[in-house]
C-alpha cells in the first residue's frame, strides 16, 4: 500500500538532532504508523504541540505530502527560558501511495496531537472470489 521513501531514517534522525531545528527547505521527518483497518489504510502521525491550523496535507497524483510546524510559545518580556529541549520548527513527510488507493476520498482527524489519515481501498483492489467454468462450451483450435 505505501512505497518508503527515506531509506536512512535513522541517519536523518541524527542529523535533526545535531543540525537544529527545521525549516521549510530543510524540514524534520515525523514519525508515522501505518496499517490495514478493514477497507482503509490508516495512517497515524506524532505531531505534539502543533496546532491543527498549522498543518498543511495535500495530494498529487498519488503523492501524499504533509507539513506541519510547531512555533515557539510566546514569551512575555520578563519570561526567561531555562531549558528548551522540544523541537521547533517545521515537520515534513512524503509518502508515495498506491494505485490501489482512493485519494479523492481521504479523511484528516487531528485530536491530542495525532494527526490520523485514512484512505479507502479502490473496490477492484479488494479480494475477490474467482468462479470456474465447467468448459463444456469450449472449443480448441490448432493452427
Do not use: C
Amino acid at each position: 500500500m505505501l512505497m518508503r521513501t527515506v531509506p536512512f531514517r535513522e541517519l536523518d534522525r541524527l542529523e535533526q538532532q545535531l543540525m537544529g531545528p527545521g525549516t521549510w527547505s530543510r524540514p524534520w521527518a515525523m514519525p508515522m504508523d501505518a496499517y490495514r483497518e478493514g477497507d482503509e489504510l490508516v495512517m497515524v502521525f506524532d505531531l505534539p504541540g502543533v496546532t491543527a491550523d498549522a498543518i498543511d496535507i495535500d495530494v498529487e497524483r498519488n503523492r501524499l505530502s504533509i507539513r506541519a510546524e510547531r512555533r515557539p510559545v510566546a514569551e512575555a518580556d520578563d519570561v526567561q527560558t531555562e531549558l528548551s529541549e522540544r523541537p521547533l520548527g517545521v515537520f515534513s513527510r512524503q509518502i508515495v501511495l498506491a494505485d490501489t488507493l482512493d485519494t479523492e476520498r481521504i479523511q484528516a482527524d487531528y485530536d491530542a496531537g495525532v494527526l490520523t489519515l485514512r484512505v479507502p481501498i479502490v473496490e477492484r483492489a479488494k479480494p475477490r472470489k474467482i468462479s470456474i467454468g465447467a468448459g463444456s462450451g469450449r472449443k480448441e483450435t490448432s493452427g
